[in-house]
């Protein structure tokens, strides 16, 4: 039997004339099934009283009437609650409490009353329709939860599509091609049954208020007097209204998303067409770091939990004090601040290219408008100059990147290029410390008629955070075959997440590798003429940051020259690579121009971005 509908069984001839009559209230209508449904539909007895008359030997529901009568009853309610947690969904995890299902939705009193209005026919095309609709925006709702634990935010209906295959594509390297390919299968059964259950729910429960028409109605009028009743009281439950209209909400919200999504195309494109460097004449550019290797390298999922949130920070910033007793020891200075990322718990690009162009990029539409086009970016500005070589170092990227030339590079090394050898740790398809190994092997350690500014992403700290790689001597780092054994007596990133606590441990250790492993190049390749700013791309995702953590991300500047960190001394920013907690904070897209004004001419349209 169907979990919410059962076949049409038309009684014995001879048993016609035993079939009860309507219920009291009567029938609202006459079905073509009506007569095989008219026997007791909550599975009772379909034989008559006198017991003389002789027994048929019909289904099971006649030899087990009160078998049937309970399957009826439990498969109602259990129609009757997926489409109240339908209607009443929330869109995050933080909110699916218990206290979030005592509410009288004000959709399903319209829907219940919508069809009871309707001709038969009408009615369950209706109903059919309902639960179609019902179960896609249950979907939707379940992308929001998602994307919420994610990055913090709802499901975009115009621009997310694509991260769907970035997550196939980090289940892959997470837990495997055959464990991605087992969810993957697992997600479309979830999905095809979701469909297919909350449309029958619908439609068991159309038919039910169709045989019972007259409660049905009663039932309408009196929720909905209710919910008109709560309205006007302002009547609430743990914070939330009783009288809910949570589905109208989440439609009337996404409609406004996709429309204020079609309408942000435009308006970015006009913004990124003003360009207060544009016309700054190269040799008027960066005129501060002249004759300085400058690197700029983020480090993955670097928060300001990391450095804050009292289960992580101890270890993160010991990492902090450490790095920069050392490389005070080394001749090195530092001052550090607090950026807002565009993006959270993952999008690293949008996080880069915000920082790089000094425009808000916070969606895949805004990205792919900037990269389209030739806004001056800063490695594009340095590049401009003619002073400099600018390369990329991206272990990150898998394959093409044709991005690369908006950016300005010269030369961009990805994961082919730099000569790895050893196994991918999780997402990360090498460590951090090699990756730096390789810069220095393949450009910074060879000689220029230039210096450098080199772009360089550190993944080790990238979601899952197991397993990690250890830190080893600079000349024990040959093709990364010596990270094989470190890589298997790692930790299983499905044993790590089962924990919240030991995710979080595990990610701080991350931070910590990433943070050493940029001290120690520091301390052996650094030079007098070595400029290091370094910074996250976003916060880690919520089961790591919590559900309320900013998207602020920590940034330093370390320099050996003091008339580097003499340019910035304006910005209030503190010494060390520790933040000020009360420091000031900018968002990260006007980074670009306080760095180049800062070390050149300033531009006499723009305006110093103000602290929030």
Same mark, same amino acid.
């Given at each position: 039997?169907?979990?919410?509908?059962?076949?049409? +069984?038309?009684?014995?001839?001879?048993?016609?004339?035993?079939?009860?009559?309507?219920?009291?209230?009567?029938?609202?209508?006459?079905?073509?099934?009506?007569?095989?449904?008219?026997?007791?539909?909550?599975?009772?007895?379909a034989?008559?009283?006198?017991?003389?008359?002789?027994?048929?030997?019909?289904?099971?529901?006649?030899?087990?009437p009160?078998?049937?009568?309970?399957?009826?009853?439990?498969?109602?309610?259990?129609?009757?609650?997926?489409?109240?947690?339908?209607?009443?969904?929330?869109? /995050?995890?933080?909110?699916?409490?218990?206290?979030?299902?005592?509410?009288?939705?004000v959709?399903?009193?319209?829907?219940?009353?919508?069809?009871?209005?309707?001709p038969?026919?009408?009615?369950?095309a209706?109903?059919?329709?309902?639960g179609?609709?019902?179960?896609m925006?249950?979907?939707?709702?379940?992308?929001?939860?998602?994307?919420?634990?994610?990055?913090?935010?709802?499901?975009?209906?115009?621009?997310?599509?694509?991260?769907?295959?970035?997550?196939?594509?980090?289940l +892959?390297?997470?837990?495997?091609?055959?464990?991605?390919?087992?969810?993957v299968?697992?997600?479309?059964?979830?999905v095809?049954?979701?469909?297919?259950?909350?449309?029958?729910?619908?439609?068991?429960?159309?038919?039910?208020?169709?045989?019972?028409?007259?409660?049905?109605?009663?039932?309408?009028?009196?929720?909905?007097?209710?919910?008109?009743?709560c309205?006007?009281?302002?009547?609430?439950?743990?914070?939330?209204?009783?009288?809910?209209?949570?589905?109208?909400?989440?439609?009337?919200?996404?409609?406004?998303?996709?429309?204020?999504?079609?309408?942000?195309?435009?308006a970015?494109?006009?913004?990124?067409?003003?360009?207060?460097?544009?016309?700054?004449?190269?040799?008027?550019?960066?005129?501060?770091?002249?004759?300085?290797?400058?690197?700029?390298?983020?480090?993955?999922?670097?928060?300001?939990?990391?450095?804050?949130?009292?289960?992580?920070?101890?270890?993160?910033?010991?990492?902090?004090?450490?790095?920069?007793?050392?490389?005070?020891?080394?001749?090195?200075?530092?001052?550090?601040?607090?950026?807002?990322?565009?993006?959270?718990?993952?999008?690293?690009?949008?996080a880069?290219?915000t920082?790089?162009?000094?425009?808000?990029?916070e969606?895949? +539409?805004?990205?792919?408008?900037?990269?389209?086009?030739?806004?001056?970016?800063?490695?594009?500005?340095?590049?401009?100059?003619?002073?400099?070589?600018?390369?990329?170092?991206?272990?990150?990227?898998?394959?093409?990147?044709?991005?690369?030339?908006?950016?300005g590079?010269?030369?961009?090394?990805?994961?082919?290029?730099?000569?790895?050898?050893?196994?991918?740790?999780?997402?990360?398809?090498?460590?951090?410390?090699?990756?730096?190994?390789?810069?220095?092997?393949?450009?910074h350690?060879?000689?220029?008629?230039?210096?450098?500014?080199?772009?360089?992403?550190?993944?080790?700290?990238?979601?899952?955070?197991?397993?990690?790689?250890?830190?080893?001597?600079?000349?024990?780092?040959?093709?990364?075959?010596?990270?094989?054994?470190?890589?298997?007596?790692?930790?299983?990133?499905?044993?790590?997440w089962?924990?919240?606590?030991?995710?979080?441990?595990?990610?701080?250790?991350?931070i910590?590798?990433?943070?050493?492993?940029?001290?120690?190049?520091?301390?052996?390749?650094?030079?007098?003429?070595?400029?290091?700013?370094?910074?996250?791309?976003?916060?880690?995702?919520?089961?790591?940051?919590g559900?309320?953590?900013?998207? /602020?991300?920590?940034?330093?500047?370390?320099?050996?020259?003091?008339?580097v960190?003499?340019?910035?001394?304006?910005?209030?920013?503190?010494?060390?690579?520790?933040?000020?907690p009360?420091?000031?904070?900018?968002?990260?897209?006007?980074?670009?121009?306080?760095?180049?004004?800062?070390?050149?001419?300033?531009?006499?349209?723009?305006?110093?971005?103000?602290?929030?």
């Amino acid at each position: 039997m169907s979990l919410f509908t059962r076949s049409s +069984q038309l009684p014995p001839a001879d048993m016609a004339s035993t079939e009860e009559g309507p219920a009291p209230d009567g029938p609202s209508e006459r079905t073509p099934d009506h007569d095989a449904a008219g026997r007791d539909t909550t599975g009772g007895d379909a034989a008559g009283d006198d017991p003389h008359e002789p027994v048929t030997d019909g289904g099971w529901r006649d030899r087990y009437p009160a078998a049937a009568r309970a399957v009826a009853w439990t498969t109602t309610a259990l129609a009757a609650l997926l489409v109240l947690f339908a209607l009443l969904m929330p869109q /995050d995890v933080a909110r699916l409490t218990p206290s979030t299902f005592v509410r009288i939705p004000v959709e399903g009193i319209f829907g219940a009353a919508a069809l009871l209005a309707l001709p038969t026919r009408a009615r369950r095309a209706a109903a059919v329709l309902a639960g179609a609709v019902l179960g896609m925006l249950t979907l939707l709702n379940f992308l929001d939860m998602g994307f919420h634990e994610v990055f913090g935010r709802g499901f975009n209906l115009v621009l997310d599509w694509i991260l769907l295959d970035d997550g196939e594509s980090f289940l +892959q390297d997470s837990i495997g091609r055959a464990g991605a390919i087992g969810v993957v299968i697992v997600v479309v059964i979830f999905v095809l049954a979701l469909l297919v259950l909350m449309t029958l729910a619908v439609v068991r429960l159309s038919n039910l208020m169709a045989r019972h028409s007259a409660v049905a109605t009663r039932t309408t009028l009196v929720l909905g007097t209710a919910w008109i009743t709560c309205t006007a009281l302002g009547l609430q439950l743990a914070g939330a209204p009783v009288a809910s209209r949570n589905t109208y909400a989440l439609v009337h919200n996404r409609a406004a998303l996709v429309k204020a999504t079609m309408k942000d195309e435009k308006a970015f494109a006009k913004e990124a067409a003003v360009d207060a460097f544009r016309d700054t004449p190269p040799d008027q550019l960066l005129t501060g770091l002249r004759g300085k290797d400058v690197i700029f390298a983020f480090i993955e999922s670097y928060g300001r939990s990391a450095v804050e949130d009292p289960s992580m920070a101890p270890r993160v910033d010991a990492a902090l004090a450490d790095g920069t007793k050392r490389l005070r020891a080394a001749g090195y200075s530092a001052r550090s601040g607090w950026l807002t990322s565009p993006t959270y718990g993952g999008g690293s690009w949008l996080a880069h290219s915000t920082f790089a162009s000094g425009l808000w990029i916070e969606n895949q +539409q805004r990205y792919r408008t900037i990269t389209a086009g030739d806004h001056l970016t800063l490695p594009g500005a340095f590049r401009s100059t003619g002073a400099w070589r600018t390369v990329g170092i991206m272990p990150g990227v898998t394959k093409n990147w044709p991005e690369g030339k908006f950016y300005g590079f010269d030369k961009v090394y990805d994961s082919r290029h730099l000569g790895y050898e050893g196994p991918e740790f999780s997402w990360s398809t090498m460590p951090d410390q090699y990756a730096l190994k390789a810069f220095e092997r393949l450009e910074h350690g060879k000689n220029h008629d230039k210096p450098l500014m080199s772009e360089i992403i550190l993944t080790s700290s990238h979601n899952p955070w197991a397993p990690l790689p250890k830190t080893l001597g600079w000349d024990e780092i040959g093709d990364g075959s010596e990270y094989d054994a470190i890589e298997k007596a790692g930790k299983d990133p499905v044993d790590v997440w089962k924990d919240s606590g030991e995710v979080r441990a595990e990610y701080a250790k991350s931070i910590q590798y990433s943070l050493e492993s940029l001290t120690s190049y520091m301390e052996k390749y650094g030079n007098k003429n070595t400029v290091l700013v370094f910074l996250g791309d976003h916060q880690p995702v919520s089961k790591v940051s919590g559900d309320h953590a900013s998207r /602020d991300v920590p940034i330093a500047i370390v320099a050996h020259d003091p008339a580097v960190l003499d340019r910035i001394s304006g910005w209030g920013w503190h010494d060390g690579l520790k933040p000020d907690p009360k420091g000031p904070v900018w968002k990260m897209d006007a980074f670009r121009d306080r760095f180049l004004t800062a070390y050149g001419p300033k531009p006499g349209a723009t305006p110093s971005p103000t602290p929030r």
